[in-house]
């Protein structure tokens, strides 16, 4: 399976200013889940994940006078390889409106939305913003209390609701998400080799899943 380097999130669904659709659907596939390729979890069979270290990435259009964005993030992946949910916090530069975006897969039910809770939190809920072939995507207003809670907390559980109603809730620990988040950038080239290493961990979970059967 093939990582992009290069994490690119779509800016500007619900919150954000978008100027070319049809280039944001291209750059939202970079960041996590890439590949546009995200797996979709059949009724009641949620799998066992395997997840990315968050990491934080801080990145500048080709624009005049473009303005930085950095975005912290991290993924759970199934056994297969392909993404099952993602949490991004997006912080433009000199802006206050800072997101939280969180990613579903597909075959999931529009209308309830999704909701988000930090450990035993208040749990906050928020509407689909748009779905890609990576998954469905929800934007939160990422407060200062939030971000507080990000860090000093345990899990983020984000829940939603499949096609056929039944409840799906999906967790990612957040163990070093302060780190991650207070810390520099991290270098494309650690990246690479974060990644490498998800990628053999998952294919030895995979063979071992094989020689079990």
Known sequence: ????????????????????????????????LDGCDAQRIPQNQLPNLVYSPWT???LKGKEVNAKQVCFTGRDGRGESGKPVVAAVLIEPENDPKKVLR????????????????????????GRYVI???????????????????????RGLTIQGINGTGQPISLSLPLND????????????????????????D???R???AEGGR
């Open 131 to 153: 779905c890609f072939k990576n998954g469905c995507m929800a934007d939160y207003e990422a407060s200062g209390d939030l971000i507080r809670s990000l860090q000093s907390g």
């Open 102 to 125: 969180v990613t579903l897969p597909l075959g999931m039910s529009i209308q309830p939305g999704t909701r988000v809770i930090v450990d035993n939190g208040q749990p906050m809920t």
């Open 1 to 32: 399976m093939k990582f992009s380097l290069i994490p690119v999130l779509l800016l500007g669904i619900g919150t954000l200013s978008v100027t070319d659709p049809a280039t944001a659907e291209g750059q939202v596939c970079r960041f996590l």
């Open 56 to 58: 934080k990435f801080c």
């Open 177 to 200: 998400f302060g780190r991650a988040y207070n810390g520099p950038p991290t270098d494309p080239k650690v990246f690479e080799v974060q990644q490498k290493r998800l990628q053999e």
């Open 202 to 204: 998952l294919q030895r």
């Open 206 to 208: 995979a063979k071992a």
